[in-house]
T-cell receptor, first 112, second 117 residues
């Protein structure tokens, strides 16, 4: 079946450190891929997305590239800030089903 | 445009009661989906509505039901509440109108936090 696997957290980094959160997926066809972010006490916010192979999504300094050959969509940021502390979810969505399938989430804490 | 709104934001119920949660999608969005978020199970899909019809359903018992109105607003109902139903319930809307557009972005509301005692 379809699934998303992302690295377990929590991840703790110092401010200005480089961030990578790994995400791999299993799905037939060509799903759309998403990263959502959830701040404490809030719903999910779309961070970035990619809809086809080799697409790069980017937003607020975060980037992720849709790699069909490795079925991956790793999230990266060159220099994290304290305000990036949140839980990050990788997700896929296939047209035939319509619902999002989420990874378990990775909690990021950035220390000043 | 206003975002997805959900009411109420917080709710406390006791076992055996029923509850109704409401969701208003972004204006012009026709698809509404519901998800349950718990620390143990993560984010799980409940159901999806499009043009007042349930289009897809997750693996939840029949105590969980929903509906969509002609203005795309949606409600979900949980009957005979159990302790394990305590969760954050998230509603998401997307604009799609065609089968292929079901891969579009879903935009989430702030959620309704339900506590069952």
């Amino acid at each position: 079946g379809n699934s998303v696997t992302q690295m377990e957290g929590p991840v703790t980094l110092s401010e200005e450190a480089f961030l990578t959160i790994n995400c791999t997926y299993t799905a037939t066809g060509y799903p759309s891929l998403f990263w959502y972010v959830q701040y404490p006490g809030e719903g999910l916010q779309l961070l970035l997305k990619a809809t086809k192979a080799d697409d790069k999504g980017s937003n607020k300094g975060f980037e992720a590239t849709y790699r069909k050959e490795t079925t991956s969509f790793h999230l990266e940021k060159g220099s994290v800030q304290v305000s990036d502390s949140a839980v990050y979810f990788c997700a896929l969505r296939r047209a035939s089903q319509g619902n999002l399938i989420f990874g378990k989430g990775t909690k990021l804490s950035v220390k000043p | 445009k206003a975002g997805v709104t959900q009411t109420p934001r917080y709710l406390i119920k006791t076992r055996g009661q029923q509850v109704t949660l409401s969701c208003s999608p972004i204006s012009g969005h026709r698809s509404v989906s519901w998800y349950q978020q718990t620390p143990g199970q993560g984010l799980q899909f409940l159901f999806e509505y499009f043009s007042e019809t349930q289009r897809n359903k997750g693996n939840f018992p029949g105590r969980f039901s929903g509906r969509q109105f002609s203005n795309s607003r949606s409600e979900m109902n949980v009957s005979t509440l159990e302790l394990g139903d305590s969760a954050l319930y998230l509603c998401a809307s997307s604009p799609e109108g065609t089968v292929n557009s079901r891969q579009e972005t879903q935009y989430f509301g702030p959620g309704t936090r339900l506590l069952v005692l």
